[in-house]
């Protein structure tokens, strides 16, 4: 298999709004900037790859921002990370104006990209050069991404199978689902292809957009404005020559907005005839909509009234939790209490807790505030949150000390401030959620803590074995009046391999307020108790390596 890749990339693409490439409002078309943003993210995956590339997938898409005639448009795109065969592009489109200057964020996505020499031959990418620090963090948390990616069909599916046993619907004032289908047809011509033959992913996204456009607009009377895509997905290639017909149809309302499937099939003159049809494609976008003054209309209630109709409808209600606890992941706050551990948000959940410690590691601007043989201590001050790092040379072997410090249960036997710990799920072999207790400080009640545990192995020798915790809240298990509920922000364990018996474990944590006597993740306190509590660690690791 040949080598192919690393020659950086990395694209830009700048473009003036149009009246040609606007909307009846005058704002540029959701359309238009899909087959912008496919565009790019495609360049920059074929600049590292050095091959032509195809769209896989695009993640959920979120636009925040609207741009007018007569501002510019710059979308960037990068690759993140290359797979064996296929890559992660991230792509990030703004909008200036240009008598203002004034710049805002449109969208931030993300794409996956396969791929595709010419012949039959396969080619094995290579990996991306990280030139700064943020793609060293994109890097490493587009592992994570994929996670979320390839485990998003069995959320859906237990989602699914927990709203099936809900009762049926029953509204008599609701529209039929079946008013709002709409099809429409498009050929397929030289215009419409890519560089390498097939048919520009961008513009299906865009037909996708215009028909699904068309269906929300039944509901509301007035011109839908698209906000959101839960992912495209792209099952199979179309070429030249090809009809192409779409189905769109509204799946459910939420008041101000609609979601709208969109499916998508090929067919070659032959297929035609015998009505043999090729799945391409399939979509969910949502929609709002806004009376001349701007402000959002409600979307009347819908009726399924089919089988079909049923499963779609409750269908919309899944991706929306879904896409709320994605929401609510992204945009947490500090202060704010832990989140709920909950079927809809675990994939986020996780993905932010690895996140979150990653972005904590990879802070600059870290002070070192005392250094022993084996151990050295850091502080990082922003604003009000103090952060800690703890170096500690160990001689055992990573993966033997990763083991070790992922098994929370084997806390007590160095850490002096833990208490108990007991394991409330194993979620599965890389999630746990443990409920820990710490001994009482003069003054105060005992603290306890519900907290997440997520542990990573590194997909290449450079990279680190990753223990990350943070609280969550699980209804089963709710404050208790003989203890005072605590709550880790962002703490865990970052272990690099040094030769074959010796490693480096980095611990990290975000102190809260009000946590600094009492962490359950502890190594806290004074300087002298951090050293005390990283000694026996390093001693317990050590002690139970000359046992292996």
């Known amino acids: 298999m040949e080598q ?31 087959k ?22 695009m993640d959920d898409i979120q636009f925040e921002e609207a741009a007018r005639v007569g501002q510019i448009i710059t979308i960037k795109a990068k690759v993140n990370r290359a797979f064996k065969t296929s890559m992660e592009v991230g792509i990030k489109v703004t909008v200036q104006d240009v008598l203002t200057d004034v710049e805002k964020i449109v969208s931030v996505a993300y794409a996956t990209y396969v791929a595709k020499p010419v012949g039959a031959g396969k080619i094995e990418l290579e990996p991306i050069k990280l030139l700064s620090a943020q793609d060293h963090l994109e890097h490493t948390l587009a ?39 709409v099809q429409s047809i498009e050929l397929v011509q030289p215009p419409h292809a890519n560089h390498h033959g097939n048919t520009f992913g961008g513009q299906i996204m865009a ?39 779409f189905n769109a149809i509204v799946n459910n ?33 949502i929609f709002n909509a806004v009376n001349d003054k701007g402000q959002l209309l409600t979307f009347p209630k819908i009726k399924p009234t089919t089988k079909d109709g049923m499963r779609r409808y409750r269908g919309a209600i899944v991706r929306r939790r879904i896409q709320l606890a994605r929401k609510c992941m992204l945009s947490a ?79 007590q036997q160095w850490d002096k401030h833990v208490l108990t710990c007991e394991v409330l799920q194993a979620v599965n072999e890389d999630e746990k959620i443990y409920y820990v207790t710490s001994l009482p400080v003069t003054g105060h009640k005992p603290r306890d803590f519900v907290i997440l545990v997520s542990q990573r192995q590194p997909c290449k020798p450079s990279e680190p074995y990753v223990v990350a915790v943070k609280s969550v809240t699980l ?74």
Request: hydrophobic letters at 40%; one cysteine or more.
């Open 143 to 181: 592992i994570e991404r994929r996670r979320i990616r390839l485990g998003y069909e069995q959320v859906f599916k237990n989602l699914m199978q927990e709203s099936n046993k809900e009762d049926t619907f029953e509204d008599e004032d609701a529209v039929s689902t079946e008013f709002t289908h």
């Open 333 to 411: 706050k500090e202060d704010k209490p832990s989140d709920p551990w909950e079927r809809s948000n675990q994939a986020y959940m996780s993905y932010s807790n690895v996140a979150a410690l990653t972005h904590l590691a990879a802070k600059l601007g870290w002070e070192i505030t005392s250094t022993l043989d084996d151990v050295k201590i850091w502080t990082h001050e922003e604003g009000d949150v103090l952060s800690l790092k703890v170096e500690m040379q160990v001689k055992i072997p990573s993966l033997l000390a990763f083991s070790l410090l992922s098994d929370f249960t084997l806390r």
């Open 36 to 57: 912008w943003m496919d565009a790019t993210a495609c360049l920059a995956a074929e600049k590292h790859a050095g091959v032509s590339c195809v769209t896989a997938s």
């Open 207 to 245: 037909w996708m957009e215009t028909v699904a456009s068309i269906a929300a607009s039944r509901l509301c009377r007035s011109y839908p404005i698209l906000k959101s895509v839960n992912m495209f997905k792209f099952w199979g290639p179309s070429v030249v020559g090809d009809r192409l017909v």
């Open 475 to 548: 209804t089963s298990v709710p404050p208790s009046p003989g203890y005072c509920r605590s709550e880790i922000l962002c703490a865990g364990f970052q272990i690099y391999s040094g030769s074959n018996s010796n490693c480096t474990v980095c611990y990290f944590n975000q102190v809260t307020s009000g946590l600094m006597p009492y962490l359950a993740a502890n190594l806290t306190g004074s300087s002298k108790a951090i050293e005390d509590t990283a000694l026996e660690c390093i001693k317990f690791l050590e002690r139970e390596g000359s046992k292996s």
């Open 253 to 285: 309302t939420f008041q101000n907005s609609v979601e709208v499937g969109v499916r998508v099939e090929a067919y070659n003159c032959e297929e035609w005839i015998k009505d043999q049809a090729r799945h391409i494609n399939s979509a969910f976008l």
């Open 4 to 34: 192919r890749g690393n020659a950086g990339g990395r694209v830009c693409m700048s473009q003036t709004v149009f009246p040609a490439h606007a909307d009846h409002r005058g704002e540029l078309s959701a359309g238009q900037l899909l």
